[in-house]
């Protein structure tokens, strides 16, 4: 709650967005998690004495164009999208509104996207320590050959990634979005060590909901 | 004169002058003759030599190993260490192991991909990237300790450095990646070839701006054109590397057999032009495969002898 929270503090529209599909099986990022977790940013507002306007919203997968139609009003004039999608949701709505910050309420820990019917790319490690607020809501980890958290490597060329001409570089990808938000002073800030531990590193993963 | 640490390199940039190093690629063999030789060639014209950790991918004597057969030699070594093959467990072992053997200079590196390397099918580390090898050196130097806060009873000393390409892209965080790289922890730069030398100028003027060349040891990078073939192929095929068409047409412009002197006559040019450059520190001369050259062109450009500092 306090790392959303520091994304967010800074703005004063926030649309609060479920993904009502994997993530709500999972009791994670659906519609009704929307809901609760707009009311308690809400409480967290008013504790702070903020004026932010938290609007919960929701549709049925954040990782399909279709889905977007009757969200898209809302969407297009929030000022910022807590999105509790999976990393992969959080992405898709960050590509889709290339100007908006995009934030990810929830920690993805395993997973890609369906960028036209059929066609599925990998948008997230499920490296279980999310990034995305910090870069743009572009996944390095996922999508830069490296990994680095600190890029680009000197490899970028025209875009590209070193290992081939065809592979998008993360990074430009970061800074694109990074300059279209007009947060370019977030590329300086150092990244810190990745704890891999919540990654694979850690060992096999699972995740049991204590009261269920 | 305050000195951070025991690094030769320090006491050149901290004494004023202007420094010169250059690199080594160890032998893809047990045997160490080669790399041996090869800094024979160079010792007496160079202030350290940099030693490549399986440069472009390909299986060779590590870089730890090499450097100590060039410290044998009386040679200073500048250790290469790439993020790419080890862990920071690792990283951080065979920092202590280089320091135990009095190698002071450290280069940190991401490294390139393993695809263009002899094991394309491995797996990589990327554990902690360049600019957090920059931190884990600084760290375990003026903390005492490793990354895990466990102190180290005699922390390694190295003197930190690291890469600066003025012509990769994006083109727009050029100077803002100098700026982290600085706030990382490095104290000193090694540039990518330099050929386009109006780019490179105006790279150090947005450099100089942001004061930047007072905070790190700026070394233009230098590699001779051994023909126009090389030349091609690096602006067709080598990423982030820029070769403007003039370069090319003025080795076309002469016969073959004296293309490889050309190259070196430009490589002297591009120093004596960059001297002039406000915020160079030093030069480092990537004569890739081609040693015997270096001190013909570190004489001709007019920086032999080298200073003597100890």
Known sequence: MEEIWEMVRQHKNVTVFGCNTCVAVCHQG???????????????????????????SGIERQCEHEFFEKAEGLLQNSEAVLSLACGIGVQ??????????????????????????????????????????????????SRCAKRVLNGPCGGSANGKCEISRE????????????????????????SSLKDWSRDRAGGPRSFKLEDF | M???TESKLEKIFKSGHLAVTSECGPPRSSDPTHIIEKGRLIKNHVDAVNITDNQTSVTRICSLAACIHLKNEGIEPVLQMVTRD?????????????????????????????????????????????????QTVRHMREEGKFLSGDEIKVP????????????????????????????????FIQTQCIYNMDRFEKWMEEVRDRGLDGKVNIMAGITPM?????????????????????????????????QAQEGI??????????????????????????????????????????????
Request: charged content about 25%; hydrophobic content about 40%.
């Open chain 1, 30 to 56: 659906g519609n009704k998690e929307a809901e609760i977790l707009a009311s308690l940013l809400r409480m967290k507002a008013t504790r702070e004495e903020l004026e932010i306007q938290f609007v919960d």
């Open chain 1, 92 to 141: 898709f709505v960050a590509t889709k509104y290339p100007k908006t910050p995009v934030y990810p309420a929830l920690n993805t820990t395993f997973l890609g996207d369906v960028i036209a019917p059929g066609v599925f790319t990998e948008k997230c490690q499920g490296c279980g320590d999310c990034v995305l607020g910090a870069t743009g809501g572009v996944c390095p980890i």
């Open chain 1, 167 to 190: 592979v998008d570089c993360a990074w430009q990808l970061i800074i694109d979005r990074l300059d279209a938000m007009g947060k370019m002073e977030n590329y300086e800030k150092l």
């Open chain 2, 2 to 4: 305050e000195l951070k």
């Open chain 2, 86 to 134: 080890r862990n920071r467990i690792a990283l951080q072992s065979d920092l202590l192991g280089a320091a135990s053997f009095g190698i002071n200079n450290v280069l940190c590196l991401s490294g390139d991909h393993q695809s263009f390397g002899d094991h394309r099918q491995a797996q990589n580390v990327f554990d902690l990237d360049s600019m957090q090898l920059l």
């Open chain 2, 156 to 187: 390694p000393r190295f003197y930190a450095g690291a890469a600066a390409n003025p012509f990769g892209d994006p083109f727009m965080i050029r100077v803002p990646r100098l700026a982290k790289k600085i706030a990382a922890g490095a104290e």
């Open chain 2, 226 to 258: 051994r023909s126009v073939g090389m030349a091609k192929y690096m602006k067709r095929a080598v990423p982030g590397m820029d070769v403007p068409d003039e370069l090319i047409d003025r080795l076309a412009g002469v016969e073959k057999k004296q």
């Open chain 2, 265 to 310: 006559n430009i490589a002297i040019e591009q120093i004596q032009r960059l001297k002039e450059v406000k915020g160079v520190a030093g030069f480092h001369v990537m004569a890739i495969e081609w040693e015997e050259k270096v001190p013909e062109i570190i004489e001709s450009a007019g920086l032999y002898p080298r200073p003597e500092v100890d």
